[in-house]
Every structure is written in structure tokens, then in C-alpha cells.
């Protein structure tokens, strides 16, 4: 089984349309979207939830007015300003709160509970590409990297359980702990990149984040006509850096016109030119795993 993940060191580099590109070329695969705090990969993939499971992780306080004698103790301690004076108790700021207990210890009424924090969702459903493991947290809610991995511990049982070669996964953007837990034991890594500046910068941190991983990383320039020298820039980075150059691809409209539609830009226009080099480079990310299982 090989887990490929597509990244990017910054947002609205065109990541999720491709990965949604590659959903459609590949065969024998589970689709994955580890990005959590910002899922849009089910936007073009319309999947159909089979299954949704809590997710929880750390704990929340609440405190319990009818037991409050609002003495003030919670409030002096709360390092984060969580706790909120009310008329005849107080209460607690659950975007504010971080779980860390030092008001439930010093509470001296015993008034406030400390329950575990039910932070979101994450589905198994059926895609019209195959099967897919993604999540939703609740507004506010923060990504530690927990729901990352529990959503690629289920992509593998998947993949085990219907005997499928590949978990495609829609990676978080950035270098943050979600990246790290979605990269930690990968296969490899494709990143999405842009010719400017905060794109080569990016990449720049982001495969060398890779690199302490260890893991081997591949590259993509999308849109590489909005600047032809910077374009080789990159290239020569990658060059230097033992990176693989998987592919270029030029600004076109019909990849907005495609994702207005609901649609992978491989289905919406499957002779467009655009469209003919999206193929081409999963073939290179074909051949480049094959080569890279077999060494």
C-alpha cells in the first residue's frame, strides 16, 4: 500500500483540485481529506456519508450557576481570560477555554465540571472516485494533528479491509502540526506550488520539513506562466534539492469553471490542455511511486 500526500506551503495554491484531479485518474484507492480545519475537497467529490463518528478530543469546563457563590477564584486564575462574570454567576468562554483545569482545582465550591470536548465529525463515505475518510470540526475548534491521524489510521484499515494499493490524501496547507501528523510514516509527498515569491518561499520551508521526515517529495508548479523565470527558479531548486519535477501547469479558466460546476476539471473538459497535463503528471506520479516502492 503506498499513501501519497498532496501539500502545499500555502493556501489557494489549487492543492484540492488537483488532489480531486487525481481522485478521478487514480485506480484502486481510498480518498483522503486530512485538511480539517478547512475540508472543501468534498465540494467536488459530493460524497455520500455511510458512517459519522464523534470526534472528541481534550477536555472543556463548564460551570454550573445554580452551585456558583461567584467568589471570583476561576476568574483570578484563568490565564486566558475564559471566565466571564455574569449577575449572579459566572461562566466560562468555550472559544477561550484551553482545557487546562486550574479552575476546576481551585473552584472552591466544586461548581465546575470538566467533560470531555466533543469537537466535530469525521465520515466514512462513497465517492463517485471510490471510498473516502474526511471530517468537519465545529467552528472554533482547533486541530491538533489528533483528527489527522485517527482520519489516516481509518483511510488504512480502509484500504486493508477492501485489499486497495493507494491512500490519496488532500493534505493540510502550511508546515503546522497538522502537516507533520498528516506527513509522519507517508509514502511521499506531492507539492502544489506557485512562481512567486511567498510560493517559492513556502515551498522552500515545506520540503524542509519533508526532508526531516525523510520523506520523498515531488513538485508542481500550477500556473507556471504567471512568471516564466521564477518558474525556473523553482526548477532549479529542485534540481539542487533532489526533488522531483513532476509537472507545470499553466493559469487556465476552465479549472474555476470546473470547480463552479462541482467537478474535477479532468471530467469538465477532459480535452482541454489543461486537462491532458494533469494526466500526464499522475503518469509521473505513477511511474515516480512505482520506482520509489521498488528501491
Known amino acids: 500500500m503506498v499513501e501519497i500526500v498532496v501539500l502545499s506551503g500555502k493556501g489557494g495554491t489549487g492543492k484540492t483540485s488537483l488532489t480531486a484531479a487525481f481522485a478521478h485518474l487514480a485506480s484502486r484507492h481510498v480518498i483522503c481529506d486530512l485538511d480539517v480545519d478547512a475540508p472543501d475537497l468534498h465540494l467536488l467529490l459530493d460524497p455520500q456519508r455511510l458512517e459519522t463518528e464523534a470526534f472528541v478530543s481534550g477536555f472543556e469546563a463548564t ?18 481570560d475564559a471566565i466571564i462574570e455574569g449577575p449572579d454567576a459566572f461562566r466560562i468562554d468555550s472559544l477561550r477555554c484551553e482545557g487546562c483545569k486550574v479552575c476546576v482545582e481551585f473552584c472552591p465550591a466544586d461548581a465546575i465540571d470538566f467533560t470531555p470536548r ?3 465529525d469525521w465520515y466514512r463515505s462513497d465517492s463517485r472516485f471510490g471510498p473516502m475518510i474526511h471530517a468537519q470540526l465545529f467552528p472554533g475548534e482547533e486541530n491538533s494533528g489528533r483528527l489527522v491521524a485517527l482520519l489516516r489510521q481509518k483511510a488504512k484499515v480502509m484500504a486493508e479491509q477492501d485489499g486497495l494499493d493507494l491512500i490519496l490524501s488532500d493534505g493540510p496547507p502550511g508546515i503546522g502540526c497538522p502537516v507533520i501528523s498528516s ?12 512562481p512567486t515569491p511567498s510560493g517559492l518561499h513556502d515551498l522552500e520551508r515545506i520540503v524542509e520539513l519533508c526532508a526531516f521526515f525523510k520523506i520523498p517529495t515531488g513538485v508542481i508548479v500550477n500556473k507556471f506562466d504567471l512568471h516564466i523565470q521564477r518558474t525556473g527558479v523553482i526548477k532549479d531548486f529542485c534540481t539542487k534539492n533532489g526533488l522531483a519535477m513532476l509537472g507545470k ?4 479558466q476552465v479549472m474555476t469553471e470546473a470547480m463552479v460546476a462541482a467537478q474535477t476539471v479532468t471530467e469538465y473538459a477532459p480535452d482541454s490542455a489543461i486537462a491532458r497535463e494533469i494526466r500526464l503528471i499522475w503518469q509521473n506520479i505513477e511511474g515516480w511511486s512505482a520506482t520509489r516502492a521498488a528501491a
Do not use: N
Open 63 to 80: 460551570i454550573r450557576p445554580e452551585d456558583c457563590t461567584a467568589c471570583g477564584v476561576c476568574a483570578e486564575r484563568c490565564r486566558y
Open 118 to 120: 466533543y469537537c466535530g
Open 249 to 252: 501547469l499553466p493559469h487556465d
Open 183 to 194: 506527513l509522519s510514516g507517508a509514502a511521499m509527498a506531492v507539492i502544489v506550488t506557485e
